[in-house]
C-alpha cells in the first residue's frame, strides 16, 4: 500500500488516499479519537470513486465522529481503473431492457454482478491485509453498504468482518441467495419501501433468506434518493453496538 495525497478536512478527519498495486483507495481516520479505531469498509456502486466521492465522505465523516475509521476502493472496471468490456457490455443490456420496460432477465443480472463479485471480493481483501497492520486502525471490521451481493460474500468468506450494513434492492443473483444463508454475522438491512428501480418483493425476500440470528430491517418511505437523514443515526448505532 502506497499513500499518494492527505488531507485535513473541516471537522479534523484525516483523509488519504493510497494505491494498493492498481487499485485506488482512500482512508479516513478521527483525529480526536483515542488510536487504534475500529474500521468500517465503505462499498459503493460501480460508478466510480469521483462520482461516489461526496457521498462516501459524508458517510466517512459521520461514521468518524462515533470514533470509527472508514475506507473505500475503486471497483474493477469503474473510475480510473482499466475498462472491462464485459462489465460494459452487461450495464448496456440492463439499461436496454429497463428503458424498454422489460423485466430484468436472471441472464443479465448474473453477467452484471457474479463477475464483479468474483473480482472484487479478493480486493477488498486485499485491502484489509494492507490496512489492519496500521497503528491506528485496530479492528473490529464492519462492512457497509455498497452492491449487496459483495457484501454478501464477503460476510460469508472474510472471517475478520463481524457486522454489516446492507442497503437492500440492488440487482440480486438467484445463486446469492444460497450464500444469503450462509451469512451468520450481526445484520443491519436498510429498505427504501418505494425505491424505484429495485424490486421490493425480491429485498424481502433476500432479507428472510439471510442465516444471522441477528437482523434488522429498517425501512422507510420514500424512493432511492429519499433516505432519511436519521436512518444514518440508526446505523451508527449498530455498528456502535457491535465494533465497540
Do not use: C
Not at 420496460?101 to 436472471?106: A, L, N
Not at 445463486?175 to 438491512?189: C, N, S, Y
Request: glycine fraction near 10%.
Amino acid at each position: 500500500m502506497h499513500f499518494t495525497s492527505e488531507q485535513h478536512l473541516d471537522d479534523g478527519v484525516l483523509e488519504r488516499e493510497f494505491t494498493l498495486g492498481e487499485i485506488p483507495g482512500i482512508l479516513w481516520t478521527p483525529a480526536s479519537a483515542p488510536a487504534p479505531v475500529p474500521l468500517i469498509l465503505l462499498g459503493h456502486p460501480p460508478l466510480g470513486l469521483r462520482k461516489m466521492y461526496p457521498r462516501l465522505v459524508a458517510r466517512a465523516q459521520h461514521s468518524a465522529a462515533q470514533g470509527f475509521a472508514s475506507a473505500t476502493i475503486e471497483l474493477p472496471g469503474s473510475g480510473d481503473r482499466p475498462r472491462w468490456p464485459a462489465a460494459e457490455q452487461a450495464r448496456a443490456d440492463l439499461r436496454r431492457e429497463m428503458e424498454a420496460g422489460e423485466p430484468v432477465s436472471d441472464e443479465i443480472v448474473d453477467a452484471l454482478i457474479l463477475p464483479l463479485v468474483e473480482k472484487a471480493v479478493p480486493e477488498w481483501q486485499a485491502t484489509l491485509d494492507a490496512l489492519l497492520p496500521l497503528p491506528e486502525i485496530g479492528g473490529p471490521v464492519g462492512y457497509s453498504g455498497g452492491v449487496i451481493s459483495i457484501g454478501i460474500r464477503l460476510a460469508v468468506v472474510e472471517p475478520r468482518i463481524v457486522a454489516a450494513g446492507f442497503f437492500a434492492g440492488s440487482f440480486v443473483p438467484r445463486a446469492m441467495f444460497e450464500e444469503a444463508r450462509q451469512v451468520t454475522i450481526p445484520l443491519h438491512v436498510l429498505l427504501q419501501w418505494d425505491d424505484e428501480g429495485n424490486d421490493r418483493q425480491a429485498a424481502l425476500d433476500l432479507f428472510d433468506a439471510f442465516g444471522s440470528k441477528e437482523k434488522s430491517l429498517y425501512a422507510n418511505m420514500g424512493g432511492h434518493t429519499g433516505v432519511p437523514e436519521f436512518a444514518g443515526d440508526a446505523a451508527a448505532q449498530f455498528f456502535t453496538r457491535h465494533l465497540k
